[in-house]
């Protein structure tokens, strides 16, 4: 029978873990955790990201601030401000909402961030960092991913892990991630350069999908009993919903969750715990600062 990674139930677990240690440090005299974020333009899926992440810190007790600026910023100006929270002494962790406008250089602004703070991980040093195995802020949608796994204590030692996307922010770590000592399994990488794609998902005993295309991933992609990981959010116009739209995912949930093992959701699989791992690595940079 098919059983459900519950993100949006891990996640309310997780954060009352963390806003108990939050309240614990209080009580010892320390001010809350500080998590910070630079939203550039008007983007609509940018701004309910943020305002999410805002939620979410209020609720685990930390402060939050947000640095919303104009989409014709320059670059050098939102770099002066990214030295300036480098710097600022009662920030602990910070991100720079991405996509950023065309007429920034993104991989220069997040190398530009201290990798002390860089709470999202994505500076070269805390990927670098992770590869090699040594303490890092890894990527929020991957930790979250690890997180499922581990919390729900899927098997993976040895297990065929299959993922498709090889982005920067979520394929690629993801798939060192789940190679390493920690989970122990074999994995092989998908994009969209791979020929006979449908007969290498097959083999997967753990899927991760993350390649942004609606419902791609059907039934006839997915082994029996497999685990599969929907990391695709996307909204569809639906003039049925008082929203106007629906979310799916990147797979097809009709076709695909009766054949799995245990599947995520969409909504309310990775989704909740990409935001608590940003507070976790949050919590952790200002655990490493005060030494707590
Ligand atoms: P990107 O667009 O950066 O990367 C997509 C990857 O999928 C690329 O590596 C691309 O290959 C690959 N791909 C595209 N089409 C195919 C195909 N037909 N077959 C095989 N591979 C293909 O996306 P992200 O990694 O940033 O995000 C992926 C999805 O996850 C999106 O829907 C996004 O909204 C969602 N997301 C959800 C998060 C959450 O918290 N739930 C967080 C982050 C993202 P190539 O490299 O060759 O171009």
Known sequence: MTQILDGKALSLRIKDEIANEVRAFAATGHRPPHLAAILVG??????????NKEKSSAEVGFLSSVYRLDENIDEAELLKIIDFLNRDDEVDGF?????????????KVINAISSDKDVDGFTPVNIGRMVLGQDAFVPATPMGICTLLQRYNIPTEGMHCVVVGRSNIVGTPAANLMSRK????????????????????RQADILIVAIGKPE????????PDAVVIDVGIHRIPDASKKSGF??????????????????TPVPGGVGPLTIVSLLQNTLLAYKKKYSL
């Open 42 to 51: 008007n983007d609509g899926a940018s701004q309910t990201y943020v305002a």
């Open 182 to 201: 920690a989970f122990n399994c074999t994995v092989t990488m998908c994009h969209s350069r791979t020929r006979n794609l449908p007969e290498i998902t």
């Open 216 to 223: 791609f991933v059907g039934a006839d992609m997915v082994k």
């Open 246 to 263: 629906h979310l799916c995912g990147d797979v097809k949930h009709s076709e695909v969750d009766s054949k799995c093992s245990w599947v």
């Open 95 to 107: 991100i720079v909402q991405l996509p950023l406008p065309k007429h920034i250089d993104e991989q």
